[in-house]
């Protein structure tokens, strides 16, 4: 989730920002409104709970109201601006100490490239030594930082910096200057991810009326850790089953409650996150601002420009092309190009998430009339057919995926953690927590699919009961 955090952070600052020197550099960011204005002296210094810091105040502007100092957590901001536009700047520090667990470090050795079994076990990396503790260092266009875990005192210390020119001196000369001051307590962090205890599952079932809804956890051959909670899909073809995890594409085999690793599928870029299954065999892929590609027998077959997000219909002629607006394109593929049809659904506002079934359109939207989030049942052409809520007709939280029988309807609440069922009619019936269907902690459900036999293949994440990990784990469900 963290690269796409950045990716959203930095086009709004793109967006945003006027540029520096004559404004003609939309890279250079704009400093805070308020910052502490120099003395003239230029021996200043921070002082915080976790560390100190001597600086030159006629080189650094130090901003006090951004400045946190907590008993476990202290972060100061510090700037040098463009001396030819004082509204930015052209080095950005932050200096951050906190006491935490190790989970967030975890993540940024994975995030900045570092091996976490090479760090933890083999000690591969070089550190450099920077106010009293040793720090790993990673550098990369503008960005050059400063990190490490110090075990022993529960701590995560990070020393940030973007600038134009990651080897300006004053970078090093305001390092020398800060002390980090640390104590002691013995602490030990949890379990590393293989070191910890891998999910496991039993299978379980409630009852409903007539209807007995079981699930069956998918042991895989290798469990699949993360850092990503939201953005992971599965398609289904045959007894093949496809994990889209973090941009990887893995295509593994369903086989009697197991789940077996066959080959990793290669995409021409890491982004993707969703991928959806037609008839004949096809994986559609989305991605974040990527071309659609369409797979055939694992290769890369066709590309599709200028569409965001595709919902496709089972045959593979047809999809629903949406980003969150309601106004949506109904596009139709031929011989490799495809047209479009605009295509508005005026009773939702925000889309958060459209599949489509044989006959139906499911769009999982926050409601035009400020109702709250509900599933949204079109017919092929758009016209509404049934809106989908709660027991007392009000919102829900955000479903990831519908499906129909001849029982009625079933939806995935990832937000919630339900499982939801509704009438033929669109009344509700009752949900399932995800503790009652599934025994997981506090699980995302992030995205379904329908298996050849009319169940539900689903995917989600879940923290190990240990911390050690969160994995992506793959159940089953039939009986709705």
């Not at 940030?160 to 104590?183: V, W």
């Not at 890369?300 to 106004?327: C, Q, R």
Request: a negative charge.
């Amino acid at each position: 989730m963290k690269k796409y955090l950045a990716i959203i952070l930095s086009l709004v600052m793109l967006i945003s920002l006027a540029a520096c020197g004559g404004n003609d550099n939309p890279d250079t960011p704009k400093k805070p409104d308020k910052q502490e204005q120099s003395s003239g002296n230029s021996d200043a210094a921070i002082t915080t709970s976790l560390f100190s810091l001597d600086y030159d105040n006629t080189v650094w502007n130090y901003y006090d109201e951004e400045t946190r100092n907590e008993e476990e957590y202290c972060y100061v901001l510090l700037q040098i601006p463009d001396p030819e536009d004082s509204e930015y700047y052209l080095v950005n520090a932050e200096i951050t100490v906190s006491i935490d667990e190790p989970y967030d470090f975890r993540e940024d050795l994975v995030y900045y490239g570092f091996d976490q079994y090479e760090y933890a076990v083999n000690n591969k990396y070089e550190t450099v030594e920077i106010g009293g503790v040793d720090l790993l260092k990673y550098e990369k266009n503008d960005t050059l930082m400063y990190f490490n875990r110090v075990e022993n005192a529960g701590a995560t210390v990070t020393v940030k910096f973007d600038a134009e020119d990651t080897a300006d001196t004053r970078i090093a000369d305001l390092l020398k200057g800060l002390t980090i001051s640390l104590e002691d307590t013995g602490n030990e962090d949890g379990p590393w991810e293989w070191e910890g205890t891998p999910f496991f599952a039993e299978n379980k079932g409630v009852t409903v009326g007539s209807l007995k809804i079981q699930s069956q956890w998918i042991k895989p051959d290798e469990y699949i850790s993360t850092y990503e909670t939201f953005n992971h899909s599965v398609a289904a073809v045959g007894n093949n089953v496809y994990l889209l995890v973090d941009g990887e594409l893995r295509k593994c085999a369903l086989t009697d409650g197991s789940l077996a690793f066959v080959e990793k599928i290669d995409l021409p870029e890491d982004d993707y996150d969703s991928i959806e299954a037609t008839s004949d065999g096809t994986l559609w892929l989305s991605g974040s601002m990527n071309d659609i590609i369409c797979l055939k027998n694992d290769k890369v077959a066709t590309t599709y420009e200028d569409i965001d997000n595709l919902a496709m219909h089972p045959s593979g002629k047809w999809g629903v092309d949406f980003f969150t607006s309601n106004e949506c394109n109904k596009v139709t593929f031929k011989d490799g190009t495809y047209t479009s049809t605009p295509m508005k659904f005026a009773e939702v506002d925000t889309i958060m998430h459209i599949n489509v079934d044989e006959d139906n359109i499911y769009v999982c939207a926050s409601a035009a009339d400020e109702s709250g989030h509900k599933v949204f049942v079109y017919n092929t052409d758009g016209k509404l057919q049934k809106v989908l809520c709660d027991e007392n007709g009000e919102g829900l939280g955000s479903v990831t995926f519908m499906a129909k029988s001849k029982n009625g309807y079933i939806g995935f609440d990832g937000n919630m953690r339900d499982v939801i069922l509704w009438d033929n009619d669109g009344k509700y019936v009752t949900l399932f927590s995800d503790d009652n269907l599934f025994s997981t902690n506090y699980p995302w459900f992030c995205n379904s699919a329908l298996l050849s036999d009319g169940s539900i293949i689903t995917i989600m994440t879940d923290e190990r009961d240990d911390k050690s990990a969160t994995e992506v784990i793959v159940f089953t469900v039939n009986g709705f």
